[in-house]
């Protein structure tokens, strides 16, 4: 008895310390992308001046170099992934929305923006207004999934 004590003890231990760590998995921190190498160099050098902005917190100023970005290469999935991110900071969550999604819609295998925290709270663009895939019915669902006669 007084061995199983202490072993249970150090079970309990080890069994909430891995709990823990396993239940505390950190999300990424949101860090502006890399411009692709063909767009222009002008739009490369806004998207520098605006990570340095965002990385410093001044999301304003980030804001403004992200905007110019964007205009410079509207083509572009990362500058408006880039924009959003400034825009999410900034609490224009609606524009920022348009925006992740914008950047999603050019940027069709882009791991990193489809996968990223930012986009994921925004859910998928085609449920937006969606709240059923069946209209309402006057029936009530039963076991079985059958109609009531």
């Known amino acids: ?13 080890v069994l909430l310390l891995v ?20 767009v222009k160099a002008q739009a490369t050098a806004l ?12 999301y304003e100023e980030a804001k403004r170099y992200f905007e110019q970005a964007v205009t410079a290469a509207p083509q572009s999935g990362p ?6 991110l400034a825009l999410n900071a900034l609490g224009d969550s ?19 923006i489809w996968d990223s925290p930012a986009l994921s709270a925004y859910g998928n663009p085609g449920n937006k207004d969606r709240t059923k895939d069946r209209p309402y019915g006057t029936h009530r669902p039963n076991f079985g999934g059958m109609p009531r006669y």
């Open 1 to 13: 008895m007084r061995k199983t004590l202490p072993r249970l003890a150090i079970w309990g231990i």
């Open 94 to 112: 609606e524009v920022a929305r348009q925006h992740f999604l914008e950047a999603a819609n050019l940027s069709p295998g882009d791991k990193t």
């Open 47 to 58: 998207t520098e001046q605006g990570t340095q902005a965002y990385q410093a917190q001044q």
């Open 79 to 84: 500058a408006h992934y880039n924009y959003a």
């Open 19 to 38: 709990g823990t760590t396993a239940c505390s998995q950190k999300r990424k921190p949101l860090v502006p992308l890399v411009l692709d190498s063909e």
